[in-house]
C-alpha cells in the first residue's frame, strides 16, 4: 500500500478548495461583507409564484399539489414542492461548505471540475487552472445573474458524473461506481432536464470511444462489467429522482411540451414537443461563437449604449446634429451588441481557447476525438434555425430534443470540454518536454487563435458592425456606430491576443523546466482566473445585489391594497406584461404568471380567445366604452380585477366575472378543439357551455 504524504497527496487538494474558497468570497464579497443577496429576476418570480405553497405548507405541515394563484391554477410539483431528498440536500450543503444558496453552485463548479481533472491524471496545480475556468465562464455567471440556479446547479454536478465514469473506466471501478451514483444523485436533485439531456450527450460519445478502445484490444467483457457497475449507479441516483421524475414525465404531455388539441392549416402538427418558432426563440448567429475568445466581438453586453459615453464617435455625431428630437430618436438606437442573439456573450476565455488548440495538438487521440466532436456538435445545436437545415432535422428525428428551447444552452457542452481538452494537452506537453517539434505546434496553436485576433485587429474595419434592420439609418449614424463598435472589437481582441501571448511566450521559452515550474503554474491560474474575472463583471455587476432588508419588490402596490379589501374568492388579470411576471400571484390569484412549462389547454386559450379579448379591452378602453359582457374568457376564469398599473386608479372591477362556480342555461355542442375555443370567444358564457362532442359525450344532453 502506497504511504499517503502530507504534501505529496493532502496539501495540493487543500490549497485547491481554500483557492476556490477565496475566488467565491472576493467575486460574491458583497454577499459575504455587505449584508447584501443576489437580486435574480427568475428567482424574483419564483418567489411570487410559490408564495401560495409556502404559506400552505407554514399552516399545515403538508405540502399543497394545485398552485392555485399562477395562471388560473397549475400542478405544484413544478412550482415548489419539497420532495423526500433531504439526504441529498444535506451532501451538497457539506460539499460547498455550508456557503449560501444559489452562491454556492459557483464554488462546486469550482470544486467538481477539479475532482474530474483529477480523476483524467491531471496533476492538482493544473486543475485549479482548469477548475476556476470551467466555473467563471460568463455562461456560469450570467445564468446565476438571471436565477437560473437549477441550471447552474445541474451544472455544477455535471464535471463530477463524468469524472465518476472515468475512474470506473480507468481501473478504479469501485470508486467509479460511488461517486458516480452521489454524483448523479446529486445532479438530478437540481431538477434541469435539459442540462441532464446535454451530459447525456457528452457520457454517450465518451462511452462510444471507450467501446470502440475495448474492441481495439479484445476487452469487451471488462466494458460490460464496467458498463454494468455505471448503470447500478445510475439507477441508485434516479431511485432519488423518481418521484419528480415521475410527476413531470407524466405532466409532460399536458404542457406546452405535449401536442396540442388544435389543428393549424397549413402545417404539420408534431406528435409532442415545442413548435420551433418557440424552441429557437433564442439562438445564435453563424459568427457569434467568437464570442467564446473576443467576448466584444459583436459588441458585448446588450446594456451598453454609445450615447452613455461622451467620448464615443456616436455621442458626439448626435450632439453635433442641431435636431435634438431626431437625435433623441437615434439614441435609443446606439447600442453596441449588432448580433444577433440578445446578449451577453457566452466568453470561454482566450488563454482556455488557445489551450484547447493545444490540447488538440498533444492530447492523446482518443480524447481528441470524443472532446473536439462533441464542441462542433454543441455550436452547431446553438445557431438553431441559424442553421435550420441541420437543427430543423434534429429538432424533428433526434430522441427528445424537441423539449427544449433556448438552444444556446447547448454551448455549456463547449465550455465543458475546452478546459478539459485544453489541460489534458498541457499536461501532455510538460511530459513531451519543449523541442523542435512541440515548438512547431505552439507556434500552429497560437497562430490559430492570436493569429486570428491579430487578424481581427488589422482588418476590422472591413466588417459590417451593422444589424439588418440598421440599415434604414442615415449614413452619418451609421458611420459613428460602426466607428464605436470597431473599437470595441479591436480592444477585445487586443486583450485576447495579450492573454494568450502570455502564456505562449512562457512555454515556448520552457520557462517552467528552466525557471520554476510552480511559478508558471501560479501565473497560470492568476492569468486565467483574471481574464474570465475581469470580462465576468461586466455583466455581473454591484447592480446585481440589493440589501437584505431593502427589497422593494414585493411591496405591495396602492392597486394591491386596493385590491385586496375584497375578501371575496376571484382572480385578477394584470395586463402588464402578464405572461412573464409572478409578482400579481404574490398578492392575488392571478390569471397570469411566470413558468417555462404552462398547461397547454391554458396556452391556446390564451393564444387565441384570451388574446383576442384583452386586444377587444384595449380598443373598448381608448374610447372610454369598457363593456366586461363581451370578454367570454375573462369572465369565464373569474377575472373581478383587471390591473393596468400600479396606482388605485389603475384597478378596473369586473362586474360580470361569473364567480366561483355557476349554472348555465344551454350547452352548446361543437366537433373539434378548435371549434370549441372559437365558439367559448362568442358566447356569454355565464348562460351558455361548450361541450367537444368529438371528446366528451354526457347523457341527458
Known amino acids: 500500500m502506497k504511504k499517503i504524504k502530507f504534501t505529496g497527496h493532502i496539501l495540493p487538494h487543500l490549497v485547491a478548495v481554500v483557492v476556490f474558497l477565496i475566488v467565491t468570497l472576493i467575486f460574491f464579497s458583497p454577499v459575504f461583507f455587505d449584508n447584501k443577496v443576489l437580486q435574480q429576476h427568475d428567482i424574483q418570480q419564483h418567489m411570487g409564484s410559490a408564495k401560495v405553497l409556502r404559506d400552505y405548507r407554514a399552516a399545515t405541515g403538508e405540502e399543497g399539489m394545485w398552485a392555485i394563484s399562477m395562471f388560473s391554477g397549475m400542478p405544484a410539483y413544478l412550482v415548489n414542492l419539497e420532495w423526500s431528498n433531504g439526504v441529498v440536500s444535506w451532501m451538497k450543503q457539506v460539499l460547498s461548505l455550508f456557503l449560501p444558496h444559489p452562491i454556492n453552485n459557483i464554488f462546486l463548479s469550482f470544486l467538481c471540475y477539479y475532482c474530474m481533472l483529477l480523476a483524467f491524471r491531471i496533476r492538482p496545480w493544473l486543475a485549479i487552472g482548469g477548475a476556476l475556468a470551467f466555473g467563471l465562464s460568463s455562461y456560469m455567471i450570467i445564468g446565476l445573474a438571471a436565477g437560473h440556479n437549477a441550471r447552474i446547479g445541474a451544472i455544477a454536478f455535471m464535471p463530477l458524473v463524468i469524472g465518476g465514469i472515468h475512474l470506473a473506466f480507468s481501473g478504479r471501478r469501485i470508486l467509479g461506481f460511488g461517486v458516480t451514483a452521489a454524483a448523479l444523485a446529486l445532479h438530478l436533485r437540481e431538477n434541469h432536464l435539459q442540462i441532464t439531456y446535454y451530459m447525456m450527450l457528452i457520457v454517450g460519445v465518451y462511452g462510444l470511444i471507450q467501446l470502440i478502445a475495448a474492441a481495439r484490444v479484445k476487452q469487451f467483457t471488462e466494458f460490460l462489467k464496467t458498463l454494468g457497475l455505471l448503470v447500478a449507479a445510475a439507477v441508485i441516483a434516479g431511485g432519488t429522482y423518481l418521484g419528480p421524475f415521475w410527476a413531470i414525465t407524466e405532466y409532460s404531455r399536458y404542457s406546452i411540451r405535449g401536442p396540442s388539441e388544435l389543428v393549424k392549416q397549413n402545417a404539420v402538427q408534431p406528435a409532442a414537443g415545442l413548435s420551433k418558432s418557440y424552441a429557437f426563440d433564442y439562438r445564435i448567429g453563424i459568427a457569434e461563437p467568437l464570442t467564446l475568445m473576443i467576448p466584444n466581438f459583436f459588441g458585448g453586453n446588450g446594456a451598453i449604449y454609445f450615447v452613455q459615453d461622451q467620448t464615443s464617435s456616436t455621442y458626439k455625431a448626435l450632439v453635433n446634429l442641431g435636431d435634438n428630437q431626431l437625435a433623441n430618436q437615434l439614441a435609443s438606437y446606439s447600442g453596441a451588441f449588432w448580433g444577433l442573439q440578445a446578449p451577453s456573450p457566452y466568453y470561454g476565455g482566450a488563454i482556455i481557447c488557445f489551450l484547447f488548440v493545444l490540447g488538440i495538438l498533444f492530447a492523446e487521440k482518443k480524447y481528441v476525438w470524443w472532446l473536439v466532436p462533441l464542441s462542433i456538435f ?10 435550420s437545415s441541420f437543427n430543423y432535422f434534429m429538432f424533428d428525428h433526434f430522441p427528445g430534443y424537441n423539449m427544449f428551447r433556448s438552444v444556446t444552452f447547448a454551448l455549456i457542452i463547449i465550455l465543458f470540454t475546452m478546459p478539459l481538452l485544453g489541460f489534458l494537452g498541457l499536461e501532455k506537453l510538460f511530459e513531451k518536454g519543449i523541442n523542435k517539434d512541440t515548438r512547431r505546434k505552439l507556434i500552429i496553436a497560437f497562430s490559430a487563435t492570436g493569429g486570428v485576433c491579430f487578424l481581427l485587429i488589422l482588418f476590422a474595419g472591413t466588417l459590417t458592425l451593422l444589424k439588418d434592420s440598421e440599415a434604414k439609418f442615415p449614413p452619418w449614424f451609421l458611420s459613428a456606430l460602426q ?59 454591484k447592480e446585481n445585489y440589493q440589501r437584505k432588508r431593502g427589497a422593494t419588490y414585493f411591496e405591495p402596490t396602492a392597486a394591491d391594497q386596493e385590491i385586496l379589501k375584497d375578501k371575496s374568492y376571484y382572480r385578477v388579470y394584470n395586463l402588464q406584461d402578464p405572461w412573464n411576471e409572478a409578482r400579481t400571484s404574490y398578492y392575488h390569484h392571478s390569471l397570469g404568471g411566470y413558468h417555462g412549462a404552462k398547461i397547454r389547454r391554458y396556452q391556446d386559450l390564451y393564444d387565441s380567445v384570451l388574446t383576442d379579448n384583452t386586444r377587444q379591452l384595449f380598443n373598448d378602453a381608448r374610447t372610454g366604452k369598457l363593456n366586461f359582457k363581451k370578454y367570454s374568457a375573462l369572465n369565464m376564469l373569474n377575472a373581478k380585477y383587471v390591473v393596468s398599473g400600479p396606482d388605485a386608479t389603475d384597478v378596473f372591477q369586473n362586474p360580470e366575472a361569473n364567480g366561483n362556480a355557476w349554472f348555465v342555461k344551454e350547452t352548446v355542442n361543437v366537433n373539434s378543439a378548435n371549434e370549441e375555443l372559437k365558439k367559448v370567444g362568442e358566447v356569454n358564457t355565464r348562460e351558455v357551455a361548450v361541450m367537444d362532442s368529438s371528446r366528451f359525450r354526457v347523457s341527458g344532453f
Open 378 to 387: 454543441s455550436i452547431l445545436l446553438s445557431w438553431g434555425d441559424s442553421f
Open 483 to 541: 466607428d464605436d463598435r470597431r473599437g470595441l472589437l479591436r480592444d477585445d481582441a487586443f486583450r485576447s491576443l495579450a492573454f494568450i501571448f502570455s502564456i505562449f511566450i512562457l512555454l515556448f521559452f520552457d520557462v517552467p523546466k528552466k525557471f520554476s515550474m510552480i511559478g508558471f503554474l501560479i501565473f497560470l491560474i492568476l492569468m486565467v482566473t483574471l481574464d474570465l474575472a475581469i470580462v465576468d463583471r461586466r455583466y455581473f455587476t
